[in-house]
């Protein structure tokens, strides 16, 4: 596989990462649920990355507002710029794109924090021409899928991301 995207080094101050919307999902609904308060390694984002591909992230970075806010902002950056470019196109196989994604993100992870980092996460890309959704589940709280057979839980696919570089 080859590299994308290499997130630019970050220099204070850190950009807060950007507020998302929900963009409009055709044959789909995408929820999500916090218990609690919010904290700082908060992260989610959602974004059309082709016509009928959505790509949505939510990321846990480990720390304080302080000590999060590069790392989420570069997992952002790479989140959009990877995402966009492997999803975009007509001709991928998402599963591919996928673990790519997974990669790129946990570079960024490891390289903004400057060491390890402890980020549970969960991406997917929705197809809405398909009607599936291809996932990785780094260590998060399991997802859920709805259909008219009941509800499938999307379980952990491996280990939280910024701990290993691999």
């Known amino acids: 596989m080859r590299a994308l995207f290499h997130p630019e080094p970050l220099a204070p101050p850190f950009h807060a990462p950007l507020h998302t919307d929900l963009p409009e999902i055709h044959g789909a609904e995408l929820a999500s649920v916090y218990y609690g308060r919010r904290m700082a390694g908060d992260f989610y984002d959602f974004i059309r990355v082709g016509p009928s591909r959505i790509?949505?992230?939510?990321?846990?970075?480990?720390?304080?507002?302080?000590?999060?806010?590069?790392?989420?902002?570069?997992?952002?950056?790479?989140?959009r710029n990877v995402g966009t470019e492997l999803f975009a196109r007509k001709?991928?196989?998402?599963?591919?794109?996928?673990?790519?994604?997974?990669?790129q993100l946990n570079q960024a992870i490891?390289?903004?924090?400057?060491?390890?980092?402890?980020?549970?996460?969960?991406?997917?890309?929705?197809?809405?021409?398909?009607?599936?959704?291809?996932?990785?589940?780094?260590?998060?709280?399991?997802?859920?899928?709805?259909?008219?057979n009941g509800i499938s839980e999307l379980p952990a696919t491996g280990l939280p991301l910024g701990l290993f570089s691999t």
């Open 110 to 148: 490891l390289k903004a924090a400057d060491g390890v980092r402890s980020c549970p996460a969960f991406v997917g890309c929705y197809d809405e021409a398909l009607g599936i959704v291809c996932y990785f589940n780094a260590g998060h709280t399991p997802g859920l899928a709805r259909d008219h």
């Open 91 to 103: 001709d991928i196989n998402e599963a591919d794109a996928m673990m790519e994604l997974c990669l």
């Open 55 to 79: 790509l949505f992230g939510l990321l846990d970075v480990a720390g304080g507002l302080e000590d999060t806010r590069a790392i989420v902002s570069a997992a952002q950056r790479t989140f």
